[in-house]
Antibody
Framework: EVQLVESGGGLVQPGRSLRLSCAASGFTFDDYAMHWVRQAPGKGLEWVSGISWNSGSIGYADSVKGRFTISRDNAKNSLYLQMNSLRAEDMALYYC??????????????WGQGTLVTVSS | EIVLTQSPATLSLSPGERATLSCRASQSVSSYLAWYQQKPGQAPRLLIYDASNRATGIPARFSGSGSGTDFTLTISSLEPEDFAVYYCQQRSNWYSFGQGTKLEIK
């Protein structure tokens, strides 16, 4: 059974940093791209970032480019999101999502339950 | 950035009725469009990918159509569990989501 468990969320002041983690199990992690998607309270979905199976291809939404960094450790079956210079508009539930494409980008077939990031002074 | 615009924002229907949800892209995305369903307190679930292919385990009452800039998700006969928020997503140029359509019980 595929499981994605996010952690690392919490309350952080504007301008500070936070690192999210996603622990994956139930599939061959290093065969698939992975993504972060966020959802502000009561709002829609926003793709944040994606990383290919070997970290050779990485993409970011314009809203986070230059502030957020996605990475993965295939030996640890883990995905990360380093978030710097956090803003009030970054406050959201952050989902980790598995790509369904084998060794490439495709659609998102499994999602975690999310970790909540609150940005407030 | 490709912008996806969904309509209507809210759709009020009764069980057994047919639902038609629309998604329009700001530029052609070919057939690189998917639909997701999200229920309160849950993560999204992939329904349709590549515009018209049902994901694993998705009932046949869900169907997708379209290409280029105009896409439609159709639910042929609504079941009580279908009332939720639906999002379209493109992957022609990285990824983006539409703002969602809330399907509510009339």
């Amino acid at each position: 059974e595929v499981q994605l468990v996010e952690s690392g969320g919490g309350l952080v002041q504007p301008g500070r940093s936070l690192r999210l983690s996603c622990a994956a199990s139930g599939f061959t992690f290093d065969d698939y791209a992975m993504h972060w998607v966020r959802q502000a309270p009561g709002k829609g979905l926003e793709w944040v970032s994606g990383i290919s199976w070997n970290s050779g291809s990485i993409g970011y939404a314009d809203s986070v480019k230059g502030r957020f960094t996605i990475s993965r450790d295939n030996a640890k079956n883990s995905l990360y999101l380093q978030m710097n210079s956090l803003r009030a508009e970054d406050m959201a539930l952050y989902y980790c999502a598995k790509d369904r494409g084998y060794s490439g980008y495709d659609w998102f077939d499994y999602w975690g339950q999310g970790t909540l990031v609150t940005v407030s002074s | 950035e490709i912008v996806l615009t969904q309509s209507p924002a809210t759709l009020s229907l009764s069980p057994g009725e047919r639902a038609t949800l629309s998604c329009r892209a700001s530029q052609s995305v070919s057939s690189y469009l998917a639909w997701y369903q999200q229920k309160p307190g849950q993560a999204p679930r992939l329904l349709i990918y590549d515009a018209s292919n049902r994901a694993t385990g998705i009932p046949a009452r869900f169907s997708g159509s379209g290409s280029g800039t105009d896409f439609t998700l159709t639910i042929s006969s609504l079941e009580p569990e279908d009332f939720a928020v639906y999002y379209c997503q493109q992957r022609s140029n990285w990824y983006s989501f539409g703002q969602g359509t809330k399907l509510e019980i009339k």
